[in-house]
């Protein structure tokens, strides 16, 4: 159901805030399942009694893990969701999970591992006429943005429509890019293991149900945390609304001209809908349903200075935009609850960063897929590119605060990874 104008074009206050100094002590790594551990031919009904300790014991418990100290609040009560993770995006900290590693479906959350894996291939201006044969294998009944056989299209153009339409023929056009989609596949998985998101098992890259795939809430935090850290995929997982080619058309007189229609993100917490509002705050990252995944959803979302990471699979109510309403509900407990409970885990770093430190004197830079760096310090809401697409943070980076490559390319790890200076957002109109 589309969103209202009135609800998609809320205030959404940031408070400016500059880098803090970051200590550079890496953390332990922690026990995990080796590599040859297979992934069930379908989830489980109820979450195995031991699951991977990646990040911290605790996390490998079944059921909820909180640690409240004085002042805390306490959980909400109506939450039904099969698993689900609220975490510290700066520090790392898990704040609180339910069945964090349960092996459940993905569905279009996937999206965040594959954009990961695929972002920095080709500039967003690098241009593909898609075949018949692009669009091969994309699944019966799959979310479309509306791709055309034998139409050409900037690779800016598919990445909006994966991650604004969720589309999978965006996928498969990018995947047939990369070498097909068995590449595709092996390259997600590779890239998987380097986050150490072992729980993750990929077989088709646009999440669409599959045998023996699996991820789990702590896992595709994982992603998006990573993700969030270049530039374009904080862009594109944040813009609200876009247009987008269509057919080639002739006119009457012979003029050839090229059709577009608009898409909007189908994230509910960025562009609201009849029953739910904007999330103050909220900058991403990606939503996703199936028939076997139920709902799934992780978004970033920045307050009072602090960031938070929200992951919630499979809401066992049924009710309209269930999963958003208890990523809210969970956003809203974590930041009350910030310094008030004591971390259950811990978001780990990539295998190749721990014990990375940065050069001396090293500032925190925003790499984008050129390269590039350059420090996002322009109001970003509500502004337009040039192709007429607007968001939260459509031309210069998030100003939710969310994650960014160092200098040369090496992270600052000891639990942080650093965040960019804030940036004020101005009201979208």
């Known amino acids: 159901m589309p969103a209202s104008k009135k609800t998609a074009r809320r205030s959404l206050p940031v408070t400016a805030a500059a880098l803090t100094a970051l200590t550079l002590l ?15 031919a379908s989830p489980s009904a109820t979450p195995p009694a031991t699951m991977s300790s990646v990040g911290g014991a605790r996390l490998g418990r079944p059921g909820t893990q909180v640690e409240l100290a004085g002042g805390a609040p306490v959980l909400p009560k109506d939450l039904t969701a099969r698993s689900w993770i609220v975490a510290d995006a700066e520090s790392g900290e898990v704040l609180a999970a339910h069945n964090a590693h349960w092996r459940l479906a993905p569905a279009s959350t996937l999206k965040m591992l594959f954009a990961d894996t695929l972002l920095p291939k080709w500039p967003r201006t690098a241009q593909h ?14 979310s479309l943005v509306g791709i055309k056989e034998e139409e050409t299209y900037s690779v800016h153009d598919l990445w909006l429509g994966v991650f604004l339409r969720s589309g999978n023929d965006a996928v498969h056009v990018l995947s047939a890019m990369n ?41 595709l935090t994982l992603f998006a945390r990573s993700g969030l850290q270049k530039k374009d995929f904080r862009e594109y997982a944040s813009t609200v609304r876009a247009k987008f080619p269509g057919r080639t058309a002739k006119d009457k007189k012979g003029k050839v001209s090229r059709e577009s229609f608009e898409i909007q993100n189908t994230n509910r917490l960025l562009a609201g809908d009849s029953d739910i509002g904007v999330y103050p705050g909220i900058a991403g990252v990606k939503n996703g349903n199936t028939t076997n995944a139920g709902a799934t959803f992780t978004g970033v979302a920045e307050r009072g200075g602090k960031v938070l990471l929200v992951t919630v699979m499979n809401p ?44 001396p004197g090293a500032s925190g830079r925003d790499q984008g897929v050129d390269g590039k760096g350059s420090v996002g310090t322009k109001p970003v809401a509500g502004a337009t590119a040039a192709d007429g697409s607007t968001g939260i943070g459509a031309a ?20 942080r990874w650093p965040l960019p200076e804030l940036v004020r957002r101005r009201s979208r109109r």
């Not at 066992?316 to 269930?322: D, G, L, R, T």
């Not at 809203?332 to 008030?340: E, I, L, N, S, Y």
């Open 26 to 40: 890496a953390p332990a790594a922690h026990a995990a399942p080796g590599p040859s551990t297979s992934p069930p």
């Open 129 to 142: 006429k898609v075949t018949v044969s692009d669009l091969a294998g994309v699944g019966a009944g799959s």
């Open 179 to 219: 070498g097909g989609v068995d590449r595709t596949v092996a390259e997600m998985n590779e890239h998987a293991e380097e986050l150490q998101a072992l729980d993750t098992n990929v077989v088709s890259p646009d999440g669409y149900d599959a045998p023996r795939q699996v991820s789990s809430a702590y896992d």
């Open 316 to 359: 066992a109510k049924s009710e309209h935009n269930e999963v958003y309403k208890e990523t809210a509900r969970l956003f809203d407990w974590g930041f009350q609850a910030v310094g008030k409970v004591k971390p259950v885990g811990e978001l780990v770093p990539p295998r190749s960063a721990v014990g990375a430190s940065p050069a």
């Open 396 to 415: 210069a980076g998030i100003a939710a605060g969310v994650l960014v490559l160092l200098a040369g390319g090496a992270f600052l790890v000891n639990r």
